[in-house]
């Protein structure tokens, strides 16, 4: 089964004076304030295109860990993973660090960060973002 997700920005302005509202369209979850300013300084109270592809990954990543996990016969209790991902404006993105804490019993340290480091080369944002460096940081809590 094929599942598309839709999001869709409405945007006003130029580039640095302008603002848009990007919507989740396919689960409703609500519609979100972007603007450069944001993007190039960062912001509290604005999301950013980064911000979302920083969701996207940390969500993915947990996943991929998830099941080679369960797969190697030692399902996590918990899984928390930050996305951090930089922007630089004129050159793009340049960068996706993961940092992951996980708790899972009976795991050897060195089977967990072989499994991390397969489920962040395996995750299908990760391959999406391939032309970018993709760093991981991986401890078990």
């Known amino acids: 089964m094929t599942v598309t997700s839709e999001a869709s920005t409405a945007w006003k302005g130029s580039l640095a004076e302008g603002s848009g509202e990007v919507t989740f369209v396919s689960s409703g979850l609500g519609t979100f304030d972007v603007n450069w300013k944001a993007r190039s300084e960062g912001s509290t109270s604005v999301t950013t295109p980064e911000?979302?592809?920083?969701?996207?990954?940390?969500?993915?990543?947990?996943?991929?860990?998830?099941?080679?996990?369960?797969?190697?016969g030692t399902p996590p209790e918990s899984i928390d993973t930050t996305a951090s991902v930089t922007f630089k404006p004129g050159t793009g993105i340049?960068?996706?660090?993961?940092?992951?804490?996980?708790?899972?019993?009976?795991?050897?340290?060195e089977d967990?960060?072989?499994l991390?480091?397969?489920a962040k080369a395996?995750?299908?944002?990760?391959?999406?973002?391939?032309?970018?460096?993709?760093?991981?940081?991986?401890?078990?809590?």
Do not use: Y
């Open 94 to 109: 340049t960068g996706s660090h993961l940092n992951v804490n996980a708790v899972i019993p009976g795991i050897s340290p």
């Open 51 to 72: 911000e979302l592809i920083a969701a996207a990954h940390s969500s993915c990543f947990s996943m991929a860990l998830s099941h080679a996990l369960a797969q190697n």
């Open 116 to 118: 991390a480091q397969e």
């Open 122 to 141: 395996g995750c299908p944002v990760s391959a999406a973002l391939a032309g970018t460096e993709i760093t991981l940081e991986a401890t078990l809590a």
């Open 112 to 114: 967990f960060e072989r």
